[in-house]
């Protein structure tokens, strides 16, 4: 009721403080689909959100500033914070079962762990240098596996603000 009574006069500037926190999956969704078409429709209209949902933020906003106890960390969109975290490169790969303890000593792979799961080995690298995907897949196939599936992991807000404020909220 709260936040239909704050959109019934149809401001040109809304503050909402957490306003999806406690609601199921659904309602949330609702809500922030509305808010999302309120901000479009008309020009001229401003919200400002306060929330801990990272994702929330991202799908909301233009603008985006991470605060820790009063101080503001870092504003700019959500791409460009994310672009903060270029540091190095991550992909994940699904594969066939084969030996992945020479995937380390490849030129320019920073990290990599490897899990089995149901018949397949799941690998997270981080790369210093995205070139050096094409020598990992090389060395999968010529080790005996077969690569099922590669995705790059881009960096999200929680991941940003992890790296800036350094903890997690608890």
């Given amino acids: 009721m709260n936040i239909i009574r704050g959109f019934v006069t149809d401001p ?4 909402l ?3 999806t926190l406690g609601l199921d999956v659904t309602t949330s969704r609702a809500i922030r689909e509305y808010i999302s078409d309120w901000v479009r429709l008309e020009k001229g ?6 929330t801990h949902y990272m994702r929330e933020a991202e799908e909301l906003c233009d603008r985006v500033a991470i605060i820790d106890r009063g101080t503001i960390m870092a504003c700019d969109s959500p791409a ?4 903060r975290m270029n540091h190095a490169s991550t992909f994940e790969l699904d594969t066939t079962p084969f030996d992945a303890s020479s995937l380390s000593s490849i030129r320019g792979v920073k990290g990599v762990s490897a899990v089995d799961t149901e018949g ?3 690998i ?3 790369l210093e240098d995205e070139s050096a995907i094409s020598d990992v897949i090389s060395s999968v196939v010529a080790k005996g596996g077969r690569v099922v599936a590669l995705n790059k992991v881009e960096a999200t807000l929680e991941d940003v603000f992890i790296e800036l404020v350094g903890r997690g909220l608890g």
């Fill in 12 to 15: 040109k500037l809304i503050f």
């Fill in 124 to 126: 997270r690298l981080v």
């Fill in 17 to 19: 403080d957490e306003p």
């Fill in 45 to 50: 209209r401003t919200l400002l959100l306060t």
């Fill in 120 to 122: 397949r080995k799941h």
């Fill in 80 to 83: 460009g914070l994310k672009r």
